[in-house]
């Protein structure tokens, strides 16, 4: 069967993705109401139920929004890394201690024959991570959430088959959006959100023969488009790649619904 996963949705009104194998469903985040993470796994045939963990990449709102109640309702173990779990504490209420599980940065987590491994990001949250997804010869690697794609983050997302990329923002839009300065400053920055075009640029560090397909993630509502996305990402890849270099296939997501199940294919 191999990797196959689905991105619940993505953006800043909330952000789930599911993540399966045949022995194995680990949910990554669960940044909407835990009625709505529900429904959207029911529509994958699956249920809370079937998880056999939750992972966290970091503490805002729209990543950890029905976080609480699914872990309680379903008795679910919750990893975060513990300057995340410092904060996570007072935000989503009780968790058993024994479904409280720590996963430092950098830590393996090994679930049937699926291995999940984080890394840590930059982002204006205590310690926020992404997670690459290893399953036989398949690597499936999740980064949003990112202020720049550092040498680390390329490094660990690199030869992915798959991959869920930010691509937040145009910035001609932000800059004349409407939201203050300081916000548009904090997106901006290095500890803010990806850029179409550092979205772009940043792929064609690690993208290679191996890569597929491409998931540009986390899209703004306010200041920007999936096909402005698309266009800007396209445009960066194609002034510095080679006219023969590969190129993987750019995939839409949604704020307000699923991608389709998507399966990383067996070499």
């Not at 949705?9 to 194998?21: D, E, F, H, L, W």
């Not at 935000?91 to 720590?102: E, M, P, Q, Y």
């Not at 270099?245 to 389709?260: F, I, K, V």
């Given at each position: 069967?191999?990797?196959?996963?689905?991105?619940?949705?993505?953006?800043?009104?909330?952000?789930?993705?599911?993540?399966?194998?045949?022995?194995?469903?680990?949910?990554?985040?669960?940044?909407?109401?835990?009625?709505?993470?529900?429904?959207?796994?029911?529509?994958?045939?699956?249920?809370?139920?079937?998880?056999?963990?939750?992972?966290?990449?970091?503490?805002?709102?729209?990543?950890?929004?029905?976080?609480?109640?699914?872990?309680?309702?379903?008795?679910?173990?919750?990893?975060?890394?513990?300057?995340?779990?410092?904060?996570?504490?007072?935000?989503?209420?009780?968790?058993?201690?024994?479904?409280r599980c720590?996963?430092?940065?950098?830590?393996?987590?090994?679930?049937?024959?699926?291995?999940?491994?984080?890394?840590?990001?930059?982002?204006?949250?205590?310690?926020?991570?992404?997670?690459?997804?290893?399953?036989?010869?398949?690597?499936?690697?999740?980064?949003?959430?990112?202020?720049?794609?550092?040498?680390?983050?390329?490094?660990?997302?690199?030869?992915?088959?798959?991959?869920?990329?930010?691509?937040?923002?145009?910035?001609?839009?932000?800059?004349?959006?409407?939201?203050?300065?300081?916000?548009?400053?904090?997106?901006?920055?290095?500890?803010?959100?990806?850029?179409?075009?550092?979205?772009?640029?940043?792929?064609?560090?690690?993208?290679?023969?191996?890569?597929?397909?491409?998931?540009?993630?986390?899209?703004?509502?306010?200041?920007?488009?999936?096909?402005?996305?698309?266009?800007?990402?396209?445009?960066?890849?194609?002034?510095?790649?080679?006219?023969?270099?590969?190129?993987?296939?750019?995939?839409?997501?949604?704020?307000?619904?699923?991608?389709?199940w998507d399966?990383?294919?067996?070499?």
């Amino acid at each position: 069967m191999g990797i196959r996963f689905s991105v619940l949705a993505s953006g800043s009104t909330g952000n789930s993705t599911i993540v399966a194998t045949e022995d194995s469903k680990v949910l990554i985040d669960a940044g909407l109401s835990a009625k709505r993470v529900e429904q959207l796994l029911n529509e994958k045939d699956l249920s809370g139920a079937d998880l056999d963990a939750i992972v966290v990449t970091h503490e805002h709102s729209d990543h950890i929004k029905g976080l609480g109640a699914m872990a309680r309702k379903y008795d679910l173990p919750v990893y975060a890394n513990e300057k995340t779990w410092e904060q996570l504490d007072r935000l989503i209420g009780g968790i058993a201690n024994d479904k409280r599980c720590v996963m430092e940065t950098g830590g393996v987590l090994d679930l049937g024959k699926l291995r999940v491994e984080s890394f840590g990001i930059s982002h204006d949250a205590a310690e926020p991570v992404g997670y690459c997804f290893y399953h036989e010869n398949q690597k499936l690697s999740v980064a949003t959430d990112l202020g720049y794609m550092s040498p680390k983050v390329k490094e660990q997302i690199d030869d992915s088959d798959v991959l869920v990329l930010e691509s937040n923002h145009d910035v001609e839009m932000l800059r004349v959006g409407k939201y203050p300065w300081n916000i548009k400053r904090r997106i901006l920055s290095d500890i803010g959100h990806l850029s179409n075009e550092a979205s772009g640029i940043g792929l064609c560090d690690v993208m290679t023969e191996k890569t597929q397909r491409v998931y540009l993630a986390h899209l703004s509502r306010d200041h920007n488009m999936m096909d402005l996305a698309k266009l800007t990402v396209s445009q960066m890849v194609e002034e510095r790649l080679a006219p023969d270099d590969h190129r993987a296939r750019l995939m839409d997501t949604y704020y307000d619904r699923a991608t389709a199940w998507d399966r990383l294919e067996e070499e």
